[in-house]
C-alpha cells in the first residue's frame, strides 16, 4: 500500500529580503516575513516505498515534467534524512491558488508544503506522532534545502531566518517563529497583491542570488539588512512606530531592485506600472494620512500592506487608481495568515 500525505502551506513576503546566499542555500543576511494565507499550496504526497524508483510531477492533475529538474536536486540534497527516497515511487500533485512565477513565491509554497508531506510520510514509517517546536525547526530546514525563502512559510504569522544578534535561537539553517514579540496590531495586516504581470519571470531568483557573488555593494547590503532588521524589529514591536515600519519596509524593496539595476550582470524585473504604483502609493498615504507602504518581491508585482481598519478606503482607492496599472486589472486579497495545514 502507497503512503500518502497532504498539506497546505502559504506564501510568505518578505518585509526584510534574502538575497544572497553561500553553500546549499544559506543566507548571506538574516530576513523576517509575514505569513500569507489565500495565497498558498496544496499538495499530495504519494510514496510506494518499495519502489522501482520514479518520480511523477502533476499540476492540477497535469503532468508538469518542468519542475522535475528542480525537485530531482532537492531530493538529491535530502536523502540523507530520508533514505528512502532513493528507491521509492514518488507522486506528487499539487496547486497552486496564485499564478506560477509571477514574482510571488511560489517556491516558498510548494517547497514548505513538500517538506512537510515528505517528513509527514516519514513520520508514518517511522510511527512518530509528535509535532513539537523542534519538528517544526527539521521541517524549515528540509524547506531551505528546497529554496530559501520556503523556510519562513512554516510559521504563523511572521518568521525570522538567519543568525541575528539578539534573537535567541536564530539559525541560518532553518527559521523561527516571530509572533510572540509582535505587536498584535501588525497581526491585522492585509496584504494586496496588485498583479503588474503573471508570466515566468525573465531572471530566477536562484540566478539573482549567484550574481550577487559579484556584485561590488554586496558587503554593504548585508550590512544595511542586518541594520535594517535590527530597526524593523524594535518597529514591530511597537505599534507606535508603524512609520518607521513603513520606511524600512519601502527602503528593502527598492534595495532589492536597486541591487538587480546595479550588478555586473544589470537585470531589470520593474515594469513601468511597478514605477506608477509606487509613485501612487506615496502620493495617496501623504494625503490620506493612511498608513499604507508597499513591498517587492523579485519581480513587479507590488504587494500593499496596511492595518485592515482601512481595508474599506484603501480597496475604493485600488479600485480607482490602482486597477488601471495591473494585468487585466488583476489584484490578489491576501493577509497575514496562520501557517501550514495538513489537509488529511
Ligand atoms: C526576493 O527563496 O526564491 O523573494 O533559495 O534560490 O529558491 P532560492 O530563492 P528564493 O529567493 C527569494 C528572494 C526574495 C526575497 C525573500 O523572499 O526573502
Redesign the pocket.
Known amino acids: 500500500m502507497p503512503y500518502t500525505a497532504s498539506w497546505r502551506s502559504p506564501s ?1 513576503i ?1 518585509l526584510i ?3 544572497g ?1 553561500q553553500e546549499l ?1 544559506l543566507p548571506r543576511n538574516p ?1 523576517l ?1 509575514f505569513t500569507l494565507s489565500s495565497c498558498h499550496t496544496n499538495m499530495k504526497l504519494t510514496v510506494a516505498i518499495e519502489g522501482p524508483a520514479s518520480l511523477t510531477v502533476l499540476y492540477e492533475g497535469l503532468p508538469k515534467s518542468s519542475f522535475e529538474t528542480k525537485i530531482k536536486s532537492f531530493f538529491s540534497r535530502i536523502d540523507t534524512y530520508f533514505p528512502w527516497l532513493k528507491h521509492a515511487s514518488v507522486t506528487i500533485d499539487s496547486n497552486n491558488t496564485f499564478p506560477h512565477g509571477a514574482g510571488i ?1 511560489s ?2 509554497s510548494a ?1 514548505s508544503a513538500l517538506a512537510l508531506c515528505l517528513q509527514d510520510i516519514d513520520d508514518q514509517l517511522q510511527n512518530h506522532t509528535t509535532k513539537n517546536a523542534g519538528w517544526w525547526s527539521h521541517v524549515s530546514e528540509i524547506a531551505r534545502l ?5 523556510c ?1 512559510s512554516l510559521f504563523p504569522t511572521a518568521a525570522l531566518w538567519g543568525i541575528t544578534d539578539g534573537v535567541e535561537a536564530s539559525s541560518d539553517h532553518f527559521a523561527i517563529p516571530w509572533q510572540g514579540q509582535l505587536d498584535p496590531f501588525y497581526t491585522t495586516f492585509e496584504d494586496t497583491i496588485l498583479i503588474v504581470r503573471d508570466d515566468e519571470k525573465p531572471v530566477s ?2 540566478v ?2 549567484q550574481l550577487m557573488e559579484l556584485h561590488p555593494y554586496a558587503g554593504a547590503r548585508y550590512a544595511t539588512a542586518k541594520e535594517n532588521l535590527f530597526q524593523l524589529i524594535t518597529a514591530l514591536k511597537n505599534a507606535a512606530l508603524l512609520d518607521y515600519f513603513i520606511s524600512i519596509c519601502e527602503s528593502e524593496a527598492l534595495h ?1 531592485h536597486a541591487l538587480m539595476l546595479s550588478g555586473p550582470n544589470p537585470f531589470v524585473l520593474l515594469e513601468p506600472p511597478t514605477i506608477s504604483i509606487i509613485k501612487e502609493v506615496w502620493r495617496f498615504r501623504k494625503e490620506s494620512g493612511i498608513p499604507v507602504c508597499f513591498t517587492l ?2 519581480g513587479p508585482n507590488v504587494h500593499l500592506l496596511y492595518p485592515k481598519q482601512y481595508k474599506e478606503s484603501i480597496m475604493d482607492w485600488i479600485k480607482t487608481a490602482l486597477v488601471p496599472f495591473c494585468a487585466a486589472g488583476k489584484f490578489i486579497e491576501d493577509h497575514i495568515g496562520s501557517g501550514p495545514e495538513k489537509i488529511s
Do not use: F
Open positions: 510568505n518578505a529580503k534574502y538575497w546566499k542555500q530576513s516575513s513565491a517556491s516558498a517547497m528546497g529554496s530559501g525563502s520556503a519562513r531568483s536562484s539573482g542570488h532589492l518581491d523579485a
